[in-house]
């Protein structure tokens, strides 16, 4: 079965720091692979995603994703954080092995940005 | 164009009640999803449709049921309410199911449901 570990519920970054977020799948066929952003009270808001081709993907407000295969990987990173990057982020794989009606979501990372 | 919309934003139910979450989308999308999100949880999927006329059980699908009214509405109801229903509900709409091509999902504003 498919799944999503985000490593560390809470990061902390200062202001102009790299922002890493960690995400690892398991999947038995090549995945779709997202990253979500949910600012406090709202829905959740597509930053990037990966289906096939190019491994390295670009997002919304300067983020973007590396697809690494013999890592399982998808780890999401900002050159430098911005006070309005916090918010918590959720990586999810498609279900492309059952039903393919899920997004299957990692249980979350909160990110503090500190001025 | 606004997208996915839920109504309402906030509910208190007591014990054994019952409710309607009613979702709507306008983006003439094939397909529709409800979650549940729980803190530490991440999200979880309760039920979705992968086009007009056609419902499946998702990952948490006791003690809910659903109706795909037409391709613009797909509604969450709650026959019983329970405490352990206490949760933000999330609809969500896209084009294909994601699991098939990996369309993403578009996400509503949430319900933030309480039940006591």
């Known amino acids: 079965a498919q799944s999503v570990t985000q490593l560390g519920s809470h990061v902390s970054v200062s202001e102009g720091a790299l922002v890493l977020l960690r995400c690892n799948y398991s999947?038995?066929?090549?995945?779709?692979l997202f990253w979500y952003v949910q600012y406090p009270n709202q829905g959740l808001q597509l930053l990037l995603k990966?289906?096939?081709?190019?491994?390295l993907v670009k997002g919304i407000n300067g983020f973007e994703a590396e697809f690494k295969k013999s890592e399982t990987s998808f780890h999401l990173t900002k050159p430098s954080a911005h006070m309005s990057d916090a918010a918590e982020y959720f990586c999810?794989?498609?279900?492309?092995?059952?039903?393919?009606?899920?997004?299957?979501f990692g249980k979350g990372t909160k990110l503090s940005v500190k001025p | 164009n606004a997208g996915v919309t839920q109504t309402p934003k906030f509910q208190v139910l007591k014990t054994g009640q019952s409710m309607t979450l009613q979702c709507a989308q306008d983006?003439?999308?094939?397909?529709m999803y409800w979650y549940r999100q729980d803190p530490g949880m991440g999200l979880r999927l309760i039920y979705y449709?992968?086009?007009?006329?056609?419902?499946d059980k998702g990952e948490v699908p006791n003690g809910y049921n659903v109706s795909r009214l037409n391709k613009r509405e797909f509604s969450l109801r709650l026959e019983s309410a329970a405490p352990s229903q206490t949760s933000v509900y999330f609809c969500?709409?896209?084009?294909?199911?994601?699991?098939?091509?990996?369309?993403?999902?578009?996400f509503g504003p949430g319900t933030r449901l309480t039940v006591t």
């Open positions: 969500a709409s896209s084009e294909a199911l994601t699991g098939a091509i990996g369309y993403e999902q578009y």
């Open positions: 983006m003439n999308h094939n397909s």
């Open positions: 990966y289906t096939t081709g190019a491994t």
């Open positions: 999810a794989v498609s279900d492309r092995e059952g039903s393919q009606g899920n997004l299957i």
């Open positions: 999947s038995s066929v090549p995945p779709y």
């Open positions: 449709s992968a086009s007009e006329g056609t419902t």
